[in-house]
């Protein structure tokens, strides 16, 4: 079972975006037979196996086993991932955004995209990804933003030049600086 299983293509998130098939596939966190899960749903094994099968038709679950019950060969299936990301490509751009301003909502839209494209698609079987993550909390009163942005852009400035060169495993280094909102404290 992979980490994460991004998705890219819209018949794909068609598959996955029913409610019914959403609990099904929690259900498959772990490898179980359709009338397993149907036992647990309080549903049939015919409707959850409908499910399941327009699942595994969009690659998102997958048969890891089959046995005999009673002459008949019941699948045992389970989620291809623990979690499933969508890309926001599926939607697609309404409109234009404004020129790519560093400044703008749209450049930060644009590059969060381009992280999550990016993190999907690390090979997650290597045995050691090298990698880091990095969040905190800072308060800029109003009147020092243009000071902070330029203390910032010094620091990055210093660490592009002082490890930017052609040796090494390159790294993408992505900084996102936003409003903090009232209901994420």
């Given at each position: ?138 308060r800029v009163p109003a009147e020092l933003r243009p000071q902070f942005l330029h203390d910032l852009q010094t620091a990055l400035q210093d660490l592009f030049t002082r ?23």
């Amino acid at each position: 079972m992979r980490d994460v299983l991004y998705l890219e293509q819209i018949e794909q998130a068609e598959v996955l975006l029913k409610p019914q098939r959403v609990e099904v596939l929690r259900q498959l966190a772990e490898p179980r037979t359709c009338t397993e899960v149907a036992a647990r749903l309080d549903q049939t094994p015919q409707r959850v196996y409908y499910h399941v099968k327009q699942l595994v038709a969009a690659g998102l679950v997958e048969l890891v086993n089959e046995r005999k019950v009673r002459g008949i060969t019941e699948g045992i299936y389970q989620a291809a991932a623990r979690s499933y990301w969508l890309s926001p490509r599926l939607v697609g751009r309404i409109g234009l955004r404004r020129a790519r301003d560093e400044l703008s909502l749209g450049y930060l839209l644009d590059l969060m995209e381009e992280v999550q494209a990016d993190v999907a698609a690390l090979d997650r079987t290597a045995p050691e990804l090298p990698s880091v993550g990095v969040s905190g909390e800072i308060r800029v009163p109003a009147e020092l933003r243009p000071q902070f942005l330029h203390d910032l852009q010094t620091a990055l400035q210093d660490l592009f030049t002082r490890y930017g060169g052609s040796e090494g495993d390159a790294f993408k280094l992505a900084v996102a600086c936003y409003p903090k909102g009232k209901d994420h404290e």
